[in-house]
């Protein structure tokens, strides 16, 4: 069935982001020609990527490139036309994370912190890092000492509590939900982003998605419902990638996820839970590839969370107390909330 006739209209053709087709990187000359002449192959685009062209629009499969269009969907006239479900031949984990840093790393700077899964992203990318902190924060230096074993560039961005304080109206009103934890990371992530534009970069290459797809978080260590739990993780991913580029989108950068890579999804999907979180240790299998590519003292750190290591959660407290609200983070959130909105 024809879905439509635009061979033969030059059409006004835009996308943002990155395509694949099969594993190979796409050119924007040959991503306009296969929209043109044969859009039915949009269906197998992989990559990070908003496209529109006349009425149409199509978006990545995961929806990590923001756009106006449903995730992983082609879209004519407002109706569905057809998913978008590429299916890369299937590989083991460590060549679908080594593929998807790849196919990424051609441009764009690394958010290092230090943990194995930026640190993982860091050395296959080889491209400079950037990380972000409170003075004398545990990310900024275990971020440096990364950087030196794998003999990269790395900027430290070192953060005040008053940036911190003319951020958070920027930062609350741009994350959907506007509660201590998304705002504490969101904050991270707003000075990474501003790091990145003020040193030249739009690409901002990330660790996010490998806590819920290979178990890091501490809470799993104890749960009783490890395999439930982190199915429910991993479908939250979405509004986590919502809030991360919503926050990069305010300094004119985007944020692009190997993890979040259909190959390196569908590889780690297949793990059974017991195997991802095992003697005490989480992310098993991530820092068995780890271990492949730098000291296993580094492939098996256990890193704080971002809002933590980089000290700003403890900041984000403070403030809080230094604007009556002791006890409560959420309220002052609130209050901000407030102000911006003439309440």
Known sequence: MVLYNIRQVRL?????????????????????????????????????????????????HFGICPGPSPKGAFVCNGAVRFPIEPYPVPQTLADAICMAVKLRSDEGITALSGGVDSSLVAVLAQRECLAVGLAGSHDLMRAQHAAKLFNLSCTSVVITRPEIEVALPQVVNAIPIKDPVNTSIALTQYFIARGAHELGYERILTGQGADELFGGYARYLTTKTLADDLIRDVAA?????????????????????????????????????????KDGERKVPLRRVAEQYMPEELAGYGKKAMQYGSGIWGELKKLARKN????????????????????
């Open 324 to 343: 009556g609200y002791k006890t409560s983070v959420q309220d002052y959130i609130d209050q901000i909330l407030r102000v911006e909105h003439g309440h």
């Open 12 to 60: 006004v053709f835009h996308y943002n982001g990155w395509i694949e087709l099969d594993g190979k990187r796409l050119s924007h000359d040959e991503v306009e020609e296969i929209t043109r002449m044969a859009p039915e192959t949009i269906r197998r685009f992989g990559g990070e990527f908003a496209l529109s062209f006349g009425d149409c629009q199509a978006r990545d």
């Open 237 to 277: 991913l979405e509004m986590q990638v919502i809030r991360d580029q919503s926050v990069a989108a305010l300094h004119d950068t985007y944020l692009s996820m190997p993890y979040m890579d259909i190959r390196v999804v569908r590889a780690a999907l297949a793990i059974p839970a017991e195997e991802k979180v």
